[in-house]
Protein backbone atom coordinates (compact mmCIF):
# COMPACT_ATOMS: atom_id res chain seq x y z
CA UNK A 1 0.00 0.00 0.00
CA UNK A 2 0.98 3.33 -1.08
CA UNK A 3 2.24 5.83 2.00
CA UNK A 4 -0.72 8.18 0.22
CA UNK A 5 -3.37 5.13 0.76
CA UNK A 6 -2.47 4.86 4.15
CA UNK A 7 -2.41 8.66 4.68
CA UNK A 8 -6.01 8.71 3.22
CA UNK A 9 -7.39 5.68 5.00
CA UNK A 10 -6.20 7.76 8.22
CA UNK A 11 -7.95 10.59 7.12
CA UNK A 12 -11.00 8.65 6.48
CA UNK A 13 -10.69 6.93 9.89
CA UNK A 14 -10.60 10.60 11.54
CA UNK A 15 -13.36 11.92 9.85
CA UNK A 16 -15.56 8.65 10.11
CA UNK A 17 -14.57 9.32 13.95
CA UNK A 18 -15.25 12.72 14.21
CA UNK A 19 -18.56 12.48 12.43
CA UNK A 20 -20.17 9.81 14.98
CA UNK A 21 -18.51 12.47 17.36
CA UNK A 22 -20.73 15.16 16.09
CA UNK A 23 -24.03 13.07 15.24
CA UNK A 24 -23.63 11.67 18.93
CA UNK A 25 -22.95 14.88 20.75
CA UNK A 26 -25.95 16.71 18.44
CA UNK A 27 -28.55 13.75 18.65
CA UNK A 28 -27.41 13.07 22.46
CA UNK A 29 -26.71 16.70 23.95
CA UNK A 30 -28.81 18.75 21.31
CA UNK A 31 -32.46 17.64 22.04
CA UNK A 32 -31.41 17.86 26.21
CA UNK A 33 -34.16 20.14 28.13
CA UNK A 34 -30.27 21.04 30.34
CA UNK A 35 -28.81 24.46 29.65
CA UNK A 36 -25.13 24.48 29.88
CA UNK A 37 -22.89 27.96 28.93
CA UNK A 38 -20.74 26.73 26.35
CA UNK A 39 -17.88 28.95 27.21
CA UNK A 40 -17.51 27.46 30.53
CA UNK A 41 -18.74 23.73 29.68
CA UNK A 42 -16.10 22.16 28.63
CA UNK A 43 -13.69 22.63 30.97
CA UNK A 44 -16.17 22.42 33.53
CA UNK A 45 -16.44 18.70 31.96
CA UNK A 46 -12.84 18.09 32.30
CA UNK A 47 -12.60 19.11 35.82
CA UNK A 48 -15.80 17.35 37.02
CA UNK A 49 -14.43 14.02 36.77
CA UNK A 50 -10.67 13.75 36.12
CA UNK A 51 -8.52 15.09 38.49
CA UNK A 52 -4.29 14.31 39.12
CA UNK A 53 -4.78 14.26 43.19
CA UNK A 54 -8.22 12.00 43.01
CA UNK A 55 -7.63 8.15 43.71
CA UNK A 56 -7.55 6.17 40.62
CA UNK A 57 -6.67 2.72 39.24
CA UNK A 58 -6.32 3.45 35.60
CA UNK A 59 -4.63 6.34 33.88
CA UNK A 60 -5.88 9.13 33.87
CA UNK A 61 -4.51 10.03 30.10
CA UNK A 62 -6.72 7.22 29.00
CA UNK A 63 -10.21 8.19 30.33
CA UNK A 64 -10.98 10.06 27.12
CA UNK A 65 -13.99 12.10 26.23
CA UNK A 66 -16.99 10.24 24.01
CA UNK A 67 -18.62 13.21 22.74
CA UNK A 68 -21.97 14.38 25.00
CA UNK A 69 -21.38 15.85 28.30
CA UNK A 70 -22.04 14.20 32.21
CA UNK A 71 -25.88 12.69 31.24
CA UNK A 72 -26.18 13.80 27.47
CA UNK A 73 -27.15 10.53 27.56
CA UNK A 74 -29.82 10.47 29.72
CA UNK A 75 -30.13 7.20 31.84
CA UNK A 76 -33.65 5.99 32.45
CA UNK A 77 -34.76 6.58 36.04
CA UNK A 78 -38.04 5.70 36.43
CA UNK A 79 -38.76 3.22 33.81
CA UNK A 80 -41.82 2.04 32.25
CA UNK A 81 -42.79 -1.17 30.89
CA UNK A 82 -45.33 -2.91 28.74
CA UNK A 83 -46.93 -6.20 28.09
CA UNK A 84 -45.68 -8.31 25.14
CA UNK A 85 -48.73 -7.73 22.91
CA UNK A 86 -47.94 -3.68 23.12
CA UNK A 87 -44.08 -4.32 22.47
CA UNK A 88 -45.03 -6.37 19.59
CA UNK A 89 -46.12 -3.34 17.70
CA UNK A 90 -42.30 -1.68 17.65
CA UNK A 91 -40.12 -4.85 18.34
CA UNK A 92 -39.29 -6.93 14.92
CA UNK A 93 -38.59 -10.70 15.65
CA UNK A 94 -34.71 -9.74 14.94
CA UNK A 95 -34.49 -6.96 17.28
CA UNK A 96 -32.47 -7.77 20.33
CA UNK A 97 -33.20 -7.34 23.96
CA UNK A 98 -31.05 -7.38 26.63
CA UNK A 99 -33.26 -10.24 29.20
CA UNK A 100 -33.45 -10.43 33.23
CA UNK A 101 -35.28 -12.60 35.60
CA UNK A 102 -34.24 -11.88 39.04
CA UNK A 103 -36.82 -13.78 41.84
CA UNK A 104 -39.30 -14.75 38.88
CA UNK A 105 -39.61 -10.69 38.13
CA UNK A 106 -38.54 -11.29 34.25
CA UNK A 107 -37.79 -8.03 32.05
CA UNK A 108 -37.01 -7.18 28.95
CA UNK A 109 -34.79 -4.08 27.71
CA UNK A 110 -34.58 -3.65 24.24
CA UNK A 111 -31.14 -2.48 22.55
CA UNK A 112 -33.44 -0.23 20.32
CA UNK A 113 -34.00 1.78 23.58
CA UNK A 114 -30.53 1.16 25.75
CA UNK A 115 -28.59 2.55 22.44
CA UNK A 116 -29.85 6.16 23.36
CA UNK A 117 -29.43 5.94 27.11
CA UNK A 118 -27.00 3.30 28.11
CA UNK A 119 -28.05 2.75 31.46
CA UNK A 120 -31.29 2.16 33.07
CA UNK A 121 -31.41 2.35 37.15
CA UNK A 122 -34.56 -0.28 37.62
CA UNK A 123 -35.61 -2.55 40.89
CA UNK A 124 -35.94 -5.97 39.53
CA UNK A 125 -37.59 -9.26 41.80
CA UNK A 126 -36.64 -6.25 44.95
CA UNK A 127 -33.31 -5.91 43.58
CA UNK A 128 -32.04 -2.51 42.68
CA UNK A 129 -29.81 -3.31 39.92
CA UNK A 130 -28.50 -1.36 37.07
CA UNK A 131 -28.80 -2.25 33.10
CA UNK A 132 -25.95 -0.92 31.41
CA UNK A 133 -25.10 -1.29 27.54
CA UNK A 134 -22.35 0.94 25.58
CA UNK A 135 -22.95 0.49 21.96
CA UNK A 136 -19.30 1.11 20.82
CA UNK A 137 -18.47 -2.64 22.38
CA UNK A 138 -21.68 -4.22 22.15
CA UNK A 139 -21.32 -4.63 25.73
CA UNK A 140 -24.08 -5.57 27.93
CA UNK A 141 -23.97 -5.47 31.61
CA UNK A 142 -25.91 -5.97 34.98
CA UNK A 143 -25.04 -4.71 38.19
CA UNK A 144 -26.21 -4.63 41.86
CA UNK A 145 -26.93 -1.07 42.98
CA UNK A 146 -26.38 -1.77 46.79
CA UNK A 147 -22.70 -0.29 47.49
CA UNK A 148 -21.58 -0.61 51.01
CA UNK A 149 -25.16 -0.45 52.15
CA UNK A 150 -25.89 2.44 50.27
CA UNK A 151 -28.19 1.93 47.02
CA UNK A 152 -26.23 4.56 44.99
CA UNK A 153 -27.85 5.75 40.71
CA UNK A 154 -25.64 5.46 38.05
CA UNK A 155 -25.39 8.09 34.90
CA UNK A 156 -23.09 8.50 32.11
CA UNK A 157 -20.40 10.41 32.67
CA UNK A 158 -19.39 10.90 28.79
CA UNK A 159 -15.96 9.28 28.87
CA UNK A 160 -14.72 6.11 27.85
CA UNK A 161 -11.66 4.37 28.87
CA UNK A 162 -10.72 1.44 26.16
CA UNK A 163 -13.73 2.62 23.81
CA UNK A 164 -15.82 1.53 26.52
CA UNK A 165 -18.70 3.33 29.09
CA UNK A 166 -17.64 5.02 32.16
CA UNK A 167 -20.76 5.44 34.08
CA UNK A 168 -20.83 7.72 37.21
CA UNK A 169 -22.80 7.24 40.52
CA UNK A 170 -24.64 10.50 41.91
CA UNK A 171 -23.66 10.00 45.01
CA UNK A 172 -19.67 10.34 45.16
CA UNK A 173 -19.33 11.82 41.45
CA UNK A 174 -16.41 8.17 41.38
CA UNK A 175 -16.08 6.85 37.97
CA UNK A 176 -17.34 3.46 37.33
CA UNK A 177 -15.91 1.50 34.56
CA UNK A 178 -18.42 -0.86 32.54
CA UNK A 179 -16.28 -3.52 31.38
CA UNK A 180 -14.30 -3.57 34.94
CA UNK A 181 -17.11 -3.58 37.17
CA UNK A 182 -15.79 -1.39 39.41
CA UNK A 183 -14.62 1.98 40.94
CA UNK A 184 -11.92 3.78 38.75
CA UNK A 185 -11.63 7.25 40.09
CA UNK A 186 -13.34 8.60 43.36
CA UNK A 187 -14.10 7.46 46.71
CA UNK A 188 -15.44 4.37 45.37
CA UNK A 189 -12.44 3.26 43.54
CA UNK A 190 -11.45 -0.19 43.52
CA UNK A 191 -15.08 -0.99 44.60
CA UNK A 192 -15.99 -4.23 42.96
CA UNK A 193 -19.88 -3.60 41.75
CA UNK A 194 -21.96 -7.43 42.19
CA UNK A 195 -23.05 -8.75 38.62
CA UNK A 196 -26.18 -10.35 37.84
CA UNK A 197 -26.93 -12.94 34.78
CA UNK A 198 -28.69 -11.43 31.69
CA UNK A 199 -29.38 -12.84 28.36
CA UNK A 200 -29.04 -11.35 25.14
CA UNK A 201 -31.68 -12.26 22.82
CA UNK A 202 -33.48 -11.75 19.80
CA UNK A 203 -36.99 -10.87 20.42
CA UNK A 204 -38.52 -13.55 18.74
CA UNK A 205 -36.19 -15.82 20.94
CA UNK A 206 -36.93 -14.06 24.29
CA UNK A 207 -41.03 -13.72 23.96
CA UNK A 208 -41.10 -17.35 23.12
CA UNK A 209 -38.98 -18.28 26.44
CA UNK A 210 -40.43 -15.80 28.72
CA UNK A 211 -44.65 -15.06 27.04
CA UNK A 212 -45.21 -12.89 29.94
CA UNK A 213 -42.62 -10.97 30.38
CA UNK A 214 -42.49 -7.06 30.82
CA UNK A 215 -40.52 -5.07 28.02
CA UNK A 216 -38.96 -1.28 28.93
CA UNK A 217 -41.31 0.99 27.17
CA UNK A 218 -40.16 3.81 24.97
CA UNK A 219 -42.31 6.05 27.68
CA UNK A 220 -39.62 7.91 28.78
CA UNK A 221 -38.43 10.75 30.39
CA UNK A 222 -36.21 11.96 27.62
CA UNK A 223 -37.70 10.53 24.93
CA UNK A 224 -35.56 9.57 21.20
CA UNK A 225 -36.47 8.67 17.83
CA UNK A 226 -36.40 4.77 18.81
CA UNK A 227 -36.02 2.62 16.51
CA UNK A 228 -33.12 4.61 14.29
CA UNK A 229 -29.38 3.62 15.55
CA UNK A 230 -27.12 6.63 15.53
CA UNK A 231 -24.18 4.51 15.16
CA UNK A 232 -25.13 3.11 11.87
CA UNK A 233 -22.86 0.00 10.51
CA UNK A 234 -20.54 0.74 12.38
CA UNK A 235 -21.05 -2.65 14.61
CA UNK A 236 -19.66 -4.38 11.07
CA UNK A 237 -17.23 -2.55 9.80
CA UNK A 238 -13.86 -3.07 11.43
CA UNK A 239 -13.40 0.66 12.37
CA UNK A 240 -12.48 1.33 16.18
CA UNK A 241 -12.52 5.40 16.79
CA UNK A 242 -11.18 5.55 20.44
CA UNK A 243 -7.70 4.65 21.80
CA UNK A 244 -7.32 1.03 23.17
CA UNK A 245 -4.75 -0.27 25.30
CA UNK A 246 -4.36 -3.21 23.84
CA UNK A 247 -4.89 -5.06 20.65
CA UNK A 248 -4.95 -9.04 19.24
CA UNK A 249 -5.41 -10.32 16.12
CA UNK A 250 -6.07 -13.55 17.02
CA UNK A 251 -10.44 -12.96 16.39
CA UNK A 252 -11.53 -9.89 14.11
CA UNK A 253 -12.08 -6.91 16.67
CA UNK A 254 -15.75 -6.90 16.75
CA UNK A 255 -16.31 -10.60 16.81
CA UNK A 256 -18.79 -11.26 19.81
CA UNK A 257 -17.57 -13.05 22.73
CA UNK A 258 -18.46 -14.02 25.60
CA UNK A 259 -15.95 -13.55 28.37
CA UNK A 260 -15.25 -15.63 31.75
CA UNK A 261 -13.02 -14.92 34.88
CA UNK A 262 -11.85 -16.75 37.84
CA UNK A 263 -8.71 -15.73 40.05
CA UNK A 264 -7.43 -13.63 37.92
CA UNK A 265 -7.29 -15.89 35.04
CA UNK A 266 -9.53 -15.25 32.02
CA UNK A 267 -10.75 -16.61 29.02
CA UNK A 268 -12.58 -16.11 25.66
CA UNK A 269 -15.03 -17.57 24.02
CA UNK A 270 -16.52 -16.71 20.53
CA UNK A 271 -20.02 -16.53 20.91
CA UNK A 272 -20.18 -18.62 16.94
CA UNK A 273 -18.27 -21.74 18.61
CA UNK A 274 -20.64 -21.97 21.27
CA UNK A 275 -24.13 -21.45 18.93
CA UNK A 276 -22.70 -23.89 17.10
CA UNK A 277 -21.66 -26.50 19.90
CA UNK A 278 -25.02 -25.80 21.68
CA UNK A 279 -22.80 -26.94 24.77
CA UNK A 280 -19.42 -26.22 25.70
CA UNK A 281 -17.78 -28.50 29.14
CA UNK A 282 -14.59 -26.85 29.77
CA UNK A 283 -12.15 -24.77 32.29
CA UNK A 284 -11.32 -21.93 33.67
CA UNK A 285 -8.43 -21.52 36.55
CA UNK A 286 -8.84 -25.26 37.13
CA UNK A 287 -13.07 -24.63 37.99
CA UNK A 288 -15.31 -26.23 35.89
CA UNK A 289 -17.76 -24.62 33.85
CA UNK A 290 -20.68 -25.54 31.42
CA UNK A 291 -21.81 -22.78 28.47
CA UNK A 292 -25.34 -23.75 27.05
CA UNK A 293 -26.65 -22.09 23.98
CA UNK A 294 -30.11 -22.64 22.96
CA UNK A 295 -30.39 -20.06 20.35
CA UNK A 296 -28.52 -17.65 17.88
CA UNK A 297 -26.71 -14.87 20.56
CA UNK A 298 -28.49 -16.60 23.73
CA UNK A 299 -25.80 -18.26 25.92
CA UNK A 300 -25.98 -19.08 29.77
CA UNK A 301 -23.05 -20.55 31.65
CA UNK A 302 -23.39 -22.76 34.79
CA UNK A 303 -21.29 -24.70 37.66
CA UNK A 304 -21.82 -27.68 36.46
CA UNK A 305 -21.04 -29.40 40.24
CA UNK A 306 -23.95 -30.98 41.27
CA UNK A 307 -23.43 -33.01 45.07
CA UNK A 308 -19.74 -32.79 44.77
CA UNK A 309 -19.25 -34.23 41.04
CA UNK A 310 -18.97 -32.16 37.96
CA UNK A 311 -21.24 -33.22 35.36
CA UNK A 312 -20.53 -32.83 31.80
CA UNK A 313 -23.47 -32.09 29.53
CA UNK A 314 -24.52 -32.84 25.76
CA UNK A 315 -26.99 -31.26 24.03
CA UNK A 316 -30.42 -33.79 22.48
CA UNK A 317 -31.15 -31.63 19.47
CA UNK A 318 -34.70 -33.87 18.69
CA UNK A 319 -35.69 -32.89 22.13
CA UNK A 320 -34.08 -29.79 22.48
CA UNK A 321 -32.94 -30.20 26.14
CA UNK A 322 -29.39 -31.37 28.12
CA UNK A 323 -28.03 -34.48 29.00
CA UNK A 324 -25.52 -34.98 31.30
CA UNK A 325 -23.21 -37.83 30.85
CA UNK A 326 -23.27 -39.21 34.69
CA UNK A 327 -26.54 -39.90 35.55
CA UNK A 328 -28.59 -38.91 32.36
CA UNK A 329 -30.67 -36.55 33.63
CA UNK A 330 -32.26 -34.20 31.36
CA UNK A 331 -31.81 -30.58 32.07
CA UNK A 332 -33.38 -27.36 30.99
CA UNK A 333 -32.29 -23.96 29.13
CA UNK A 334 -33.10 -22.72 33.03
CA UNK A 335 -30.26 -25.45 34.27
CA UNK A 336 -33.04 -27.13 35.96
CA UNK A 337 -33.43 -30.72 35.68
CA UNK A 338 -36.54 -32.09 34.22
CA UNK A 339 -36.34 -35.67 34.47
CA UNK A 340 -34.35 -38.45 35.66
CA UNK A 341 -32.05 -39.00 39.13
CA UNK A 342 -31.54 -35.51 39.11
CA UNK A 343 -34.93 -34.18 38.57
CA UNK A 344 -35.78 -30.99 40.38
CA UNK A 345 -32.14 -30.29 40.78
CA UNK A 346 -31.10 -26.49 39.88
CA UNK A 347 -27.52 -25.68 38.10
CA UNK A 348 -26.02 -22.41 40.13
CA UNK A 349 -25.81 -19.15 37.12
CA UNK A 350 -22.73 -17.65 36.58
CA UNK A 351 -22.08 -13.76 35.75
CA UNK A 352 -20.02 -13.15 32.54
CA UNK A 353 -19.31 -10.33 30.03
CA UNK A 354 -20.19 -10.26 26.65
CA UNK A 355 -19.13 -7.89 23.88
CA UNK A 356 -16.71 -7.07 20.77
CA UNK A 357 -13.19 -8.78 21.38
CA UNK A 358 -11.40 -5.53 20.96
CA UNK A 359 -13.35 -4.62 23.93
CA UNK A 360 -12.82 -8.07 26.11
CA UNK A 361 -8.84 -7.90 25.34
CA UNK A 362 -8.30 -4.50 25.58
CA UNK A 363 -9.17 -4.97 29.22
CA UNK A 364 -7.53 -8.56 29.46
CA UNK A 365 -4.06 -8.97 27.41
CA UNK A 366 -3.53 -11.91 29.12
CA UNK A 367 -6.75 -13.72 28.23
CA UNK A 368 -6.73 -17.75 26.92
CA UNK A 369 -9.29 -17.87 24.27
CA UNK A 370 -11.37 -20.97 23.36
CA UNK A 371 -10.69 -23.53 20.43
CA UNK A 372 -12.66 -26.06 19.01
Not at 277 to 301: A, Q, W, Y
Amino acid sequence: MSRTSVHNKKNLLILGALSILVVIFVIFYGSSTTSINNNIFFPFFVAMFVSGEEKHTVPLDQIVSGGPPPDGIPSIDEPKFMSVLEADKFLGDSDKVLGLNINGDVRAYPLQILVWHEIVNDNVGGIPVAVTYCPLCFTNQVFKRNVNGTTIEFGTSGKLYNSNLVMYDRTSKSLWSQALGSGIMGSYTGTILERIPFDVAFWKDWKQLYPNTKVLSRDTASPRPYGADPYGDYYTNPDVFFPLSNQDDRLGLKEIVVGLEDGGVYKAYNIRDIEAKKVINDEVNNKFVTLFSLNPLLVRVFDPAVNGTNLTFSFDIKNNIFVDKQTGSKWNFEGVSIDGPSKGTQLTRLPFDEGFWFEWVAFHPQTELYFQ
